[in-house]
Structure formats: structure tokens, C-alpha cells
């Protein structure tokens, strides 16, 4: 399985960014898309994650602000991040897990896009 990030960069404190990851390769139809970050210093944490049957977590920090979504026919996950804060400054990484139930990641990693929050 591969999965390709786009959509980082750089935005002013409450700009917006849309994230996007595409998944190629052999990938259950049953399975979990999501997006993690890592700041400097810190550990790596889940921002949000969906599965394929549309069931949504997003860690607290993000909720309200922050929208997953996913494109089944294109194997896509999605973020849409809004009211960013400099606090959301880290590299994104999108992530799949061929399973709907365990948890964690899954051992599929994107390569990281790089999101900065500028004051």
C-alpha cells in the first residue's frame, strides 16, 4: 500500500488548509483512513480518522475546527482544517489500517506534509 499527502504549507493564525492522501495498491475494502501529526519534541497524535463506513473520531483539540472525509471510489481521505492556531503547526502524516475495530495506526504510513500556523 502506498499513500501520497498534499495540500501543507504555510497560512496565517485562523487561515484554512485542505489536506488530501490517496492510497494505491492492494487495500481492504473494510478499513481506516486517518490523519496523525507530530510536532517537534512531541508524539506522534491522531488528529482524526474515518472509516469505511463513515465513522468519525477527532481528537478534542481539532473538533469543530477540523473536517475528515473520505472518497471510497478513490480510496482518498481528506482534512479540512479551519481556524488554525499555531498550536496545529507540525508534519501530517495520513495513515490506513486494513480494519475498523483495532486500535492505533495501521502500519501504512503517507510521507508527511508539513503544516506551519504563522501569528
Known amino acids: 500500500v502506498q499513500l501520497q499527502a498534499s495540500g501543507g504549507g504555510l497560512v496565517q493564525t485562523g487561515g484554512s488548509l485542505r489536506l488530501s492522501c490517496a492510497a494505491s495498491?492492494?487495500?481492504?475494502?473494510?478499513?481506516?483512513m486517518g490523519w496523525y501529526r507530530q510536532a517537534p519534541g512531541k508524539q506522534r497524535e491522531l488528529v482524526a480518522d474515518?472509516?469505511?463506513?463513515?465513522?468519525?473520531v477527532y481528537a478534542d483539540s481539532v473538533k469543530g475546527r477540523f473536517t475528515i472525509d473520505r472518497n471510497n471510489a478513490k480510496n482518498t481521505v481528506y482534512l479540512q482544517m479551519n481556524s488554525l492556531e499555531s498550536e496545529d503547526t507540525a508534519v501530517y502524516y495520513c495513515?490506513?489500517?486494513?480494519?475498523?475495530?483495532?486500535?492505533?495506526?495501521?502500519?501504512?504510513w503517507g510521507q508527511g506534509t508539513q503544516v506551519t500556523v504563522s501569528s
Open positions: 495513515n490506513l489500517k486494513p480494519s475498523i475495530l483495532t486500535p492505533g495506526p495501521g502500519r501504512s
Open positions: 495498491g492492494s487495500i481492504s475494502s473494510i478499513n481506516t
Open positions: 474515518i472509516t469505511s463506513f463513515g465513522r468519525i
